[in-house]
């Protein structure tokens, strides 16, 4: 056997412990009886570590020594993997063992302390292992070897690669720009909309039943898919024939379960259209949590939030509820769904704010990373920052500060992800329309596939085979560029609130 | 750390990726995508190879050797662990390698064979891979060194530990000679059951419903355990916590839900209840196919075919299906839920025929391994016996010799299992009617929980820590006695055929 065949066979082999750990997390998100959970958390354990030493594993160095020599001879596909396995080989094994040890008990211990502290508003309680935390990965960055001054980007670059700090700078700067002022308008707009039936009870069967209808509607392949009731929504590509998706039914507010669906359903059509040879690879999860998100949200906003859409859809939706709907207009309807407020919770926050959230949690990390912020103050400068761009300051700790928890467990450099998400899909909005002039038509014809088809040709394809920013550019033809989302924004949102 | 410590964790290590297994199988068979699949085998193989490959290493051997010389000093749970861990080490150890690789590959493609045998009824077809499978498993129990001139009963013993042909020729004959007088005499009584209505339409929603109440005032625990739908139902013990079952709804026949459901639980009760400190150890699965099927015979027929079960729960299964039962007294449906009639398949088989079925298996399986019954003989044998023992002939093999999937799978010496379980369950009613003498008062009262308390007692909490014979000599204080299964068969079937 080449050492090609040799070293993908033993990355493939990670690749099944990783699919049956998502099988294991599916269950037990999805109905796994709650009895069976401590001794299934053993189980998850024994793959998790055969993962982490099969990731670590002096085997793995031997073939990433031997294959380097002759790598310039390997196709493509190897050359990604190789690439994208020796990097996390390299940040594993730059940490002494020990501290890694520590490092995964402190998460453990921080995300359990952080929900007690979130509950009980307790802002005290959490501050000393958020200290730890943060101090905790100065230091990994300082065993990576990071020399620019710029500690943060290698952070970034773990969900976002090449993403740095220069351009976020850059792009969020500019957005928020634009953003803001737009924001002032709406919220002193007199043409407020009417939300009070979005609230009213709406059957879960029903919605159930509406969720799946759209999820065809979407091209959602049920034959390499499922949908399931989760408290928190997740989709899951366990393999690219297997790639499901949960949702939650508020019966107080069905946007969380339809909404919460199609954005679900982005993702999950990212995964079921990844180049078939990606198959057990690291690189068949996509290329990155921003381009992941942009899929996401390209579905939600661009499909879901679409007038055209609801003028196909609206009908039907107003038959499963005919109480609710039965004497609202469309254009109420799409005018409440699109409604803007500004609020302290990022998960709640609408296409317009969702960005602020995101850029106070940005310039905090950056902060913290790069300057000289100190997790002591993180509670007044969060209010401040929200009364700055939001135009609110949070009354407590447990809707500010202590609202996530991304930092609880360590995932600092996530959070730019998700406004990268909303840009990259205006973006690829923008270009798709290049090629399907007629967008809005495919809605009456009851023919979405071509939208699906596009993603598919620009992005869901490759996976991780080429980087986010090449992504952006091979499609688009530009770099990042947050004009377009900004454009969108401001068209969208003149016509609702009439500006 | 002790070598009986590490010798448990090494066990249990194995038992975490039978239980990683476990998940992957109950979800491939309740509504894992089917595109998945292909890949999902992939993740099965690199799991079950560990398993393999875990329990006949080296470093296993070394943990038993060492473990065995300080075993007096070890407790029972070890003792018993080391004893059965051991057995199965050898059982594999025995076994060259390569034939071992070839044995593997017989069993997959003889299934696959078998499958399509019986669906075109073509015998010659899969012929040749039993003849195959059978040299194999002889040459096996030749590698096993069996001296004693019945291999037959090594194999037994891999389902029912003890078990020999001595005991089943001897409990097989007394019971078949009553029960073939007491069918002679049925199928000749001109009081035949009426049995029309139970094929009428019956909403699958509705039996759901019914299965789920039945399964409550089983106590099946819901909280460690979950019903699903499966084409072939089966019950699946993940870990205590974590037993599920799995039922059919066959709209045309409602006992295959109802009387499935009730048989699963009467498995999944036992896994359930096995003691805490067997969690993840080989003994936490019960302690013999016959001793399981007990447990699951006991539900189904002395609680889910008992008149007082129906008389407090026949009207709600009127009101479930009204128009199929309406106008049947409870006496007819009673009459017609156990009707008796000889018929070709065993897994449709009544209560009274079952164990005739069984007993020509056996005898084949038997003739196969200690005498010398050829394969190419056994439709006429297998014919002749039907005729001899249910007075029916299957005219085509795939009614006949064809019809189950053990043999093509290796499984020979499993079949006397199920009709053990049928003799182990009326020992076990017996000897708790000592108990329990108010037994049928326990449905008037609405409370079952008294049968699963005296089961968990005297089976259920052991697990496979004491062996079937025992587990039936301390529960009923004798040994192995086919007399109360006939004894309860002849009075229940005298007075509803009024023989």
Same mark, same amino acid.
């Given at each position: ?31 796994? /009886? ?93 501050? /000393? ?31 976002? !690669? ?28 007199? &043409? ?40 928190? !929504?997740?989709?899951?590509?366990? #393999? ?29 059509? $990212?995964?079921? #259209? ?26 939600? &906003?661009?499909?879901?939030? &679409? ?12 038959? =499963? ?22 609020? +302290? ?16 949690? $940005? ?22 920052? =929200? ?9 407590? #700790? ?15 450099? %996530? +959070? /730019? ?19 399907? !002039? ?11 596939? /071509? ?29 990042? &560029?947050?004009? %377009? ?7 969208? $949102? ?6």
């Amino acid at each position: 056997m080449t050492v090609e065949q040799q070293f993908l066979d033993y990355v493939k082999k990670i690749g099944a412990y990783n699919e049956a750990l998502g099988v294991l997390y599916w269950d037990m998100r999805t109905g796994a /009886p709650k009895k069976g959970l401590d001794q299934r958390s053993e189980v998850v354990g024994v793959l998790a570590t055969d993962v982490f030493n099969l990731s670590t594993s002096d085997e793995l160095k031997g073939l990433l020594d031997k294959l380097e020599l002759t790598l310039s001879a390997a196709d493509e596909v190897t050359n990604r993997v190789f690439e994208e396995v020796k990097k996390q080989y390299d940040l594993s094994k730059k940490i002494p063992a020990e501290e890694y040890k520590k490092f995964v008990i402190l998460q453990s211990k921080s995300e359990s302390v952080w929900e007690e502290a979130k509950a009980t508003n307790d802002w005290a309680k959490f501050m /000393p292992y958020l200290k730890e935390m943060v101090a905790t990965l100065k230091q990994f960055v300082n065993y990576w070897g990071v020399k620019d001054d710029n500690p943060y980007n290698i952070l970034l670059d773990q969900y976002e !690669p090449g993403m740095t700090t220069e351009v976020l700078d850059q792009v969020f700067g500019e957005l928020r720009s634009r953003i803001v002022p737009l924001l002032k308008k709406i919220t002193e707009s007199p &043409n407020q909309p009417k939300t009070d039936f979005l609230f009213k009870h709406f059957d879960k069967q029903k919605q159930e039943a509406f969720s799946l209808d759209v999820l065809k509607q979407l091209s959602y392949d049920f034959d390499a898919g499922r949908l399931d009731e989760t408290v928190h !929504p997740f989709a899951t590509g366990l #393999n690219r024939g297997d790639v499901r998706i949960t949702t939650k039914y508020d019966e107080s507010d069905f946007r969380s379960a339809v909404f919460g669906t199609i954005h679900e359903c982005g993702h999950a059509i $990212y995964e079921q #259209n990844v180049s078939e040879e990606l198959t057990g690879t690291p690189l068949a999860g996509g290329a990155s949590m921003g381009i992941h998100e942009s899929q996401s949200l390209f579905y939600e &906003n661009f499909v879901g939030r &679409n007038p055209k859409f609801w003028e196909q859809n609206y009908e039907k939706l107003q038959s =499963y509820s005919p109480e609710q709907f039965g004497d609202v207009s469309i254009e109420d309807f799409l005018r409440a769904i699109n409604e803007v407020k500004p609020s +302290f919770i990022r998960i709640e926050a609408d296409e317009l704010t969702y960005a602020l959230h995101i850029m106070i949690r $940005y310039e905090i990390e950056k902060g913290l990373f790069n300057g000289d912020l100190k997790v002591e103050d993180l509670p007044d400068i969060w209010n401040a920052k =929200y009364e700055e761009y939001l135009g609110i300051r949070p009354e407590t #700790n447990a809707e500010g500060i202590l609202q996530d928890v991304h930092w609880a467990g360590a995932s600092f450099g %996530y +959070f /730019p992800s998700y406004a990268l998400g909303y840009m990259y899909a205006a973006q690829f909005k923008a270009a798709m329309l290049k090629d399907i !002039p007629n967008f809005d038509e495919l809605f009456e014809k009851g023919d979405l596939s /071509p939208i699906k088809a596009w993603l598919t040709q620009n992005v869901h394809q490759y996976g991780a085979l080429k980087k986010p920013l090449d992504i952006l550019k091979d499609a688009t033809g530009e770099g990042l &560029n947050g004009n %377009y989302l900004a454009d969108y924004l401001e068209e969208k $949102y003149t016509k609702i609130y009439q500006l």
